[in-house]
């Protein structure tokens, strides 16, 4: 039996499509980083525990690093490079940067891309279900406070400083 080595995948990451070979063990983070150069979302820890890889496919939230780019084949691949447009930051990225959120930055991505998972799902989550939607991404510069309240301005909420 001969084992499968390579395949065509084809895939539609931030709205753009995209056909390529790609090794039948490449992970997704490796095949959008290094295939598709889109470098925003970072490679942590490689195990599934930081959350930095974080993307959107299919409407899903999850974490690049645990998934294999030929499993992606069909899908459409949200990164953080797809938000904002035309060089203007979203309103989720500037409440980030109006509220402090970010520090060395490394995080940030998978933070950003949680976070847009949570509000399409809900537009005004509590502060606990914000807690709840970024437990899966570690940041070891910030301690959350920020994260959450850059998360509930960018809902429309009030947030006390």
């Known amino acids: 039996m001969a084992v499968e080595t390579s395949r065509t995948i084809s895939v539609e990451v931030n709205g753009v499509p995209y056909e390529r070979e790609v090794e039948a063990r ?10 598709l150069d889109l470098t925003g979302s970072h490679v942590g820890c490689d195990t599934g525990n930081c959350g930095a890889c974080s ?5 899903v ?3 690049s690093c645990m998934m294999l780019a030929v499993q992606a084949d069909g899908s459409s691949i949200r990164t953080v490079e797809g938000l904002g447009s035309d060089g203007e930051l979203d309103p989720l990225q ?3 940067s109006d509220h402090h959120a970010l520090q060395c930055g490394y995080c940030t991505p998978g933070m950003l891309m949680s976070a847009t998972a949570l509000l399409e799902r809900n537009p005004r989550p509590s502060a606990d279900e914000i807690r709840r939607a970024i437990q899966g991404n570690i940041c070891r510069c910030t301690g959350y406070v920020n994260v959450v309240k850059a998360i509930q301005a960018a809902s429309g909420q009030e947030v006390s400083e």
């Open 94 to 96: 500037q409440a980030f």
């Open 55 to 59: 993307v959107i496919l299919d409407g």
């Open 61 to 63: 939230l999850l974490k």
């Open 26 to 35: 490449r992970l997704l983070i490796h095949f959008l980083r290094d295939d």
